[in-house]
């Protein structure tokens, strides 16, 4: 299998400026067969291959007026034209938007898909010899490619691609339900014990801070030294909350894959919740990112991520007697069942229905919405294709 390690590095001045140059002409390549392949695709109505731009870039080397362009690796800049091919399929399967010009004022990276290895505590890359680095543990399979990238605040960064042995885990472990919300970031029902976690809320909690430095750049004049100066004030305060909230999301899911085998979640749309007016609390939480680290870490721990589907009424469903209670609002945390008289708290009533949902997920194998749809109504299916659907019986487990 493929592992990632992601490390800090400290070039010299001299690799500072060869890695300028490297970011500057991936840059520009990007950039520049970007807008040819656009002007094709006007001029003809079809746009440029990768086997078309890279013989191109060939031929573009050798003029005068690109001298420059051989100065980096020639592997880069391949890797470049690949990237911007694999950004146009992305973009006509629809998993993309449409590919942007990059900006020297944001982040720059590049790949170097070969020639790439650990030696003396430090990374050897080509054309830059050997750079210091942090190496939090051993690599012991073959490098596949190394993706250096610079932030805004001018740290330098490697993201090391390498084949590891495969994880064979055989200790049986729980299986939880995992209910996703503000006031609680998460909570999770494990069949025995119900138990919270609140969150930790990065951008209010530096919000005072990143105001004052907002309001000091605003100050300062277009152009001149102290608003660049300002600038990268700003971006140190937007770092400090990302990696706040990526320490905690990583230490959280790290907790919830070491407890358990099956964790079961529901499918959220949260690119449609960061709408309303909850969108700055919803981007704070960080679920979707909570999401991509307990599904991968699941993965390589031979674990399994279920996601229940979002119209699955977890929070209004009686775990007792399974009574759908449809007068719920947001408000309401505590409420008590009218049929059964069941008192219940919102969030752990909600765990169990999606942990519940989850076991009958994995005995039936079916997809997350089977069996949740209401007589009569208009219903849309995750990940399909088709147009919205009418039920024609009832196959609700739940009562009205």
């Not at 840059?27 to 109505?45: E, S």
């Not at 400090?240 to 079961?264: A, G, P, Y």
Request: hydrophobic share 35%; proline share 2%.
């Amino acid at each position: 299998m493929l592992d990632v390690l992601k490390v800090r590095i400290y070039p010299n001045s001299l690799q500072e400026v060869a890695l300028a140059k490297s970011f500057g002409c991936s840059r520009f390549v990007w950039n520049y067969y970007l807008n040819k392949t656009n002007t094709q695709y006007q001029k003809t109505g079809k746009g440029l291959s990768y086997c078309d731009i890279a013989k191109d870039l060939t031929q573009l080397k050798k003029l005068s007026d690109y001298e420059w362009l051989p100065e980096v690796t020639a592997a880069t800049l391949q890797q470049t034209l690949k990237n911007l091919e694999s950004a146009f399929k992305n973009f006509f399967s629809k998993r993309a938007r449409f590919p942007k010009f990059k900006s020297k004022h944001r982040k720059q990276s590049i790949r170097y898909p070969e020639s790439c290895s650990i030696k003396n505590s430090g990374l050897k890359l080509p054309k830059l010899g050997i750079v210091k680095a942090s190496i939090s543990k051993s690599i012991n399979g073959k490098i596949k490619s190394v993706t250096v990238s610079r932030t805004s605040t001018n740290k330098y960064f490697a993201a090391i691609l390498f084949e590891s042995a495969d994880l064979t885990i055989n200790k049986e472990k729980k299986i939880s339900g995992i209910d996703l919300g503000l006031n609680s970031l998460v909570t999770v029902f494990d069949g025995e014990t119900c138990y919270k976690v609140d969150p930790i809320k990065p951008t209010r909690k530096y919000a005072k801070r990143l105001r004052r430095r907002q309001k000091a750049l605003s100050r300062k004049v277009k152009g001149s030294n102290n608003r660049r100066k300002a600038v990268k004030i700003v971006a140190r305060v937007h770092e400090k909350i990302s990696n706040t909230r990526q320490d905690f999301l990583h230490k959280l899911s790290r907790k919830l894959v070491d407890e358990n085998q099956v964790i079961v979640v529901e499918n959220l749309c949260v690119k449609g919740l960061a709408r309303t007016k909850l969108a700055k609390s919803i981007h704070d939480a960080g679920w979707s990112m909570l999401l991509n680290f307990i599904g991968y870490k699941l993965e390589r721990e031979g674990g399994k991520l279920i996601q229940v589907d979002r119209f699955f009424p977890s929070t209004k469903l009686c775990n007792c007697c399974k009574f759908k209670n449809n007068s719920l609002n947001l408000s309401i945390r505590q409420w008590v069942c009218p049929s059964c008289l069941s008192s219940h708290n919102r969030d752990e009533n909600a765990a169990k229905n999606i942990r519940e949902e989850g076991l009958r997920i994995l005995s039936t194998n079916t997809a997350g919405h089977a069996g949740i749809q209401a007589c009569g109504e208009n219903v849309r299916l995750v990940n399909t294709c088709v147009k919205k659907q009418s039920s024609m019986k009832q196959e609700s487990p739940v009562t009205a």
